[in-house]
């Protein structure tokens, strides 16, 4: 029989699937017939004629753990599509979801040496649908690993409370991550989050430092996030950017801000602007940082000669029709998704998960 554990989050964007990831390539070590469900997913995409949940194409094109008799769809069983909640509210489910979801799970379990299952937030999260993660991880009578964020009270906090629901279902608390701790505070905090949380009999599994690059986004998941469909040059739109600045005040009073993997946010017709940072990027100013790409705004189509100059720079450069404050509130409201193409990023997942999760216990937690 298969061994199964569930991945489940204190709070939205704690890091559960990123920390999914480096669990799975950890334990793929120990597990040749590794499988993976999310069996409510609110995110998704439309894979080999399926709606399925983002992160199971993830962990599919990642790890390639699809079995040879199960379809993707059984990876992702129940996508919140839009007005499903609506729905489901007024007439009722329209068929037996909890069915489906143990029916997915079995078909992925049958030849299998352990099944991952990711939750969908916190305990609370599809209680909605009457398919809260509590009930979910209740229903395939899994154990759970908990994840929480930064901090010392924040996470110890979250974690009992999550607790409550799960204990509430009759689910067993395996253990906890605590992810996204600050490097500088990281010591102090490690050592006593893990007091506070064994002190309440809780198994601590890993403590991991926060990661800034994995929050970066590209000038590519910009322009998908605004929706832009003018690109109007550049040769890079992988770039990270790791700071996004407003172009809309004077030219030297920019410059004070401007700094290595900039994106910058310009109106279209703020020529001085964008002449200004494509000479910064160039390198033909004293102050010479990598820019990252720039957002024009207001769909102001600059002049043949500022296209060239543009074009010379090599910088990155969409055209967005809105104006330059929805441009940033948009912009700042972002959180990047893991891709498979983000070699990089996955790499220090899984170097990070290694190193800082203890996986001896892990393995010992799993039933």
């Given amino acids: ?22 669990l799975i390539a950890a334990l793929k070590k120990h597990f040749g017939r590794l ?42 069983p129940i996508t919140i599509e839009k007005g499903f909640t609506e729905r489901y509210i007024e007439n009722g489910p329209a068929q037996d979801y909890a069915k489906l979801i143990k029916n997915s799970y079995e078909t992925l379990a049958r030849n299998a040496d352990l099944v991952i299952i990711e939750g969908t937030g916190h305990a609370g999260v599809g209680s909605v649908i009457d398919l809260s993660n509590a009930s979910v991880a209740s229903l395939l009578g899994a154990d759970v690993i908990l994840i929480s964020s930064g901090g010392i009270g924040k996470p110890i906090d979250e974690i009992m409370l999550n607790k409550a629901l799960f204990d509430r279902e009759g689910v067993n608390l395996a253990g906890v991550i605590v992810n996204k701790v600050l490097p500088e505070r990281y010591d102090k905090v490690a050592r006593l989050v893990r007091m506070g949380l064994e002190k309440k009999g809780l ?16 000038m590519c998941e910009i322009r998908e996030w605004l929706n832009i469909d003018r690109f109007l040059t550049g040769d890079d739109l992988d770039l990270q950017i ?25 109106p279209g017709d703020r020529i001085d602007m964008i002449q200004a940072v494509c000479q910064i990027h160039m390198g033909k100013l004293a102050k010479n940082c990598r820019i990252s790409g720039i957002v024009l705004s207001g769909g102001i189509m600059p002049e043949a000669d500022i296209l060239n100059l543009l074009a010379d720079s090599g910088i990155p450069t969409l055209l967005a029709k809105e104006d330059t404050y929805s441009v940033a509130l948009r912009v700042n409201s972002l959180i990047p998704k893991l891709k498979s193409q983000d070699i990089h990023k996955i790499k220090l997942i899984i170097d990070i998960v290694e190193k800082y999760v203890d996986i001896d216990k892990v393995l010992a937690s799993l039933k």
């Fill in 242 to 266: 790791e700071h996004v600045l407003v172009g809309a005040m004077e030219v030297h009073a920019a410059l004070k801000f401007i700094e290595n993997n900039t994106m910058m946010i310009i």
């Fill in 35 to 76: 499988r993976f469900i999310k069996p409510i997913g609110q995110k998704y995409l439309l894979e080999q004629g399926y709606t399925v949940d983002e992160d199971s194409v993830l962990i599919e094109e990642v790890f390639g753990v699809k079995c040879s008799e199960c379809t993707i769809k059984d990876m992702s």
């Fill in 203 to 218: 198994n601590v599994l890993g403590v991991l430092p926060y990661q800034k690059i994995l929050d970066m986004p590209t």
């Fill in 1 to 22: 029989m298969a061994k199964k554990i569930f991945i489940a989050a204190t709070m939205q964007n704690d890091g559960k699937t990123t920390v999914s990831l480096g």
